[in-house]
């Protein structure tokens, strides 16, 4: 039941979590950054502190009460933000997801909220108590403060680089395996045209229902009044495939084995009005409805199934309920939107009646609900409709999970290159800055442009390739021991899309090793030397 329930979406939950997940680590791994910059630059006032008698316990309480504010206020607004999206999710899509309704700030979210802002604000603190160091505080009183410039550590500085693109790496490949699996499944051949379908349910509008043997005669005469229309090209008494979700159990006669399919109960119109093919044997016929014969057609995954060949299938017997039925014929499989692979599936036949139906239009026509509400109420004034809609539509509905995963990945993937570019860019133009001496001294002596540029890159390059092994490394290590839940998503064809994040990472860390360096190589050495125009 609970894998009915989910639908096999674990494999999509766990990826969006590891998103999450990601996005905040790599916000915190940027926001070290600049508390790191921040503490470097604070590191005399602090040690004037110190002078006037401030102990060390006091200095760190000082940076921590300074760092709990900040989040605390960026708690707040983050809380509003989330406010307004489940505003917005509650308003648009409250009959597309289940459950949507429940989406709330609660008592839990406030306290996780708290907790995680009092730990990162603790985090913070540490790391820039530990970047300013007692010893860093007595060498600055004991200088003049002339030609020397507090530097956050290139030991710092490589670790922040490499867990930048590690995480970047891990996020964007992530959000390209979802996005790449949600393009699939939405482009998947349905096996027949559901522009042309639809699907229509009516009920009888009484008190004192008479029965249905009172009422199929009438059923039968709908249907025919709406073959006469013009748009109209058949009729089937019939529910739609995209219901399905209840499996029963069918037997084998000859080999007692038992199978669980879906089934649908169908008339000798249904393949035609579905446009699925009979691939082998015959279909239902206008007696095998009337007579209702034991007869029944199963699809090619159940063929598949039974494991025979060729003419071994048909004639087959099949125990289903208290009924032994013959298979007549095998069709092809409908690929129904809700199921990556086909299931097994087993077709018998109805009693040719119903409050149900399919309808197939001619090719570019169209049937309006006020047509059809004329035609029930000629057929009989009591039959009123319930149910109107294209299978088009019904498809949309049923696929929106994997528009929504396709649109949020998206998302994620263009959020996770913006922040890793702005990571990447602040921590590689604050240590390009620190280097703007000996940047000009290279260029005072005749190095090229390029010269330079290559320097910073040699510089940075073993760092961004560590986090480029890393996050191989722990991809490798999540596919392993959650292959079951991406074995959906993870083969050996998203080879090339994994090169193209590699690629996209690449690009990313060369501009932002760039970019920063525009300001000093494209002006005269003089201006890097001494540090302004």
């Known amino acids: 039941m609970h894998d009915e329930l989910t639908l096999n979406s674990q494999g999509t939950i766990l990826l969006l979590f590891l998103g999450a997940l990601g996005l905040l680590i790599i916000a915190v791994v940027n926001i070290t950054n600049l508390f790191l910059a921040r503490a470097v630059a604070q590191q005399r006032s602090l040690a004037i502190h110190a002078f006037l008698g401030a102990t060390k316990q006091q200095l760190r309480v000082n940076i921590f009460i300074e760092i709990i504010l900040l989040m605390f206020l960026a708690m707040f ?31 839990f979210t406030l306290a996780a909220a708290l907790l995680i802002s009092i730990f990162l604000a603790y985090i913070f603190a540490i790391l820039s108590a530990h970047a300013i160091g007692d010893k860093g505080l007595n060498s600055l009183l004991q200088q003049s403060g002339k030609g020397s410039t507090a530097q956050v550590s290139k030991r710092s500085q490589r670790w922040l680089i490499s867990s930048q693109v590690t995480i970047a790496m891990i996020l964007i490949f992530a959000n390209a395996l979802l996005l790449n699996d949600s393009l699939k499944q939405l482009k998947r051949e349905r096996g027949f045209n559901p522009e042309q379908l639809l699907r229509v349910e009516f009920s009888i509008a009484t008190l004192d229902l008479l029965g ?16 006469e229309l013009p748009q109209i090209n058949e009729v089937s008494f019939a529910r739609t495939p995209l219901d399905d979700r209840l499996k029963y159990p069918v037997i084998d006669v000859n080999t007692q084995q038992k199978y669980y399919s879906l089934f649908r109960n169908v008339d000798h119109h249904y393949f035609n009005v579905m446009q699925q093919r009979i691939l082998q044997g015959d279909g239902l016929t206008k007696s095998d409805i009337d007579e209702q014969t034991p007869v029944l057609l199963i699809n090619q995954s159940f063929a598949d199934l039974l494991g025979v060949d060729g003419e071994g299938i048909i004639g087959r017997k099949l125990l289903f309920g208290s009924q032994q039925s013959t298979i007549i014929g095998v069709v092809d499989n409908l690929v129904l939107p809700n199921y990556r692979e086909t ?47 294209t299978i ?13 995963t396709m649109n949020i990945t998206l998302l994620l993937a263009l959020l996770t290159l913006f922040i890793a570019g702005v990571g990447l860019y602040g921590i590689l133009s604050y240590s390009t800055q620190m ?10 002596i005749g190095a090229k442009r390029r010269d330079i540029v290559k320097l910073i890159i040699k ?3 073993s760092a961004i390739l560590i986090g480029v092994f890393s996050s191989i490394m722990i991809l490798l290590t999540l596919s392993l021991f959650f292959s079951e839940q991406l074995n959906n998503y993870v083969n050996w064809q998203l080879l090339p899309l994994f090169l193209l994040t590699l690629s996209l990472i690449s690009s990313i860390s060369f501009a932002a090793c760039y970019l920063p360096l525009r300001q000093y190589i494209n002006k ?10």
């Open 435 to 444: 280097r703007r001496f000996e940047i000009g001294t290279h260029l005072a």
């Open 212 to 227: 249905w043997n009172t009422y199929a005669p009438k059923a039968k005469l709908l249907a025919q009044k709406l073959i």
């Open 459 to 461: 510089d940075n390059i």
């Open 392 to 404: 088009a539509d019904s498809i949309k509905s049923a696929v929106f999970g994997y528009t929504l």
């Open 343 to 389: 299931p097994p599936r087993v077709y018998i036949s109805n009693f040719g009646t119903a409050t149900f139906l399919l309808v197939k239009l001619e090719e570019n026509q169209q049937l309006t609900r006020e047509e059809l509400i004329n035609v029930l109420s000629k057929t009989d004034s009591q039959f009123v409709l319930s149910q109107f809609e």
């Open 77 to 107: 607004v983050a809380l509003l933000v989330a406010q307004l999206g489940f505003n917005i999710v509650h308003y648009y899509f409250v009959d597309n997801l289940p459950r949507i309704n429940e989406l709330e700030l609660g008592a």
């Open 524 to 533: 005269p050495a003089v201006f890097s030397l001494r540090g302004g125009e």
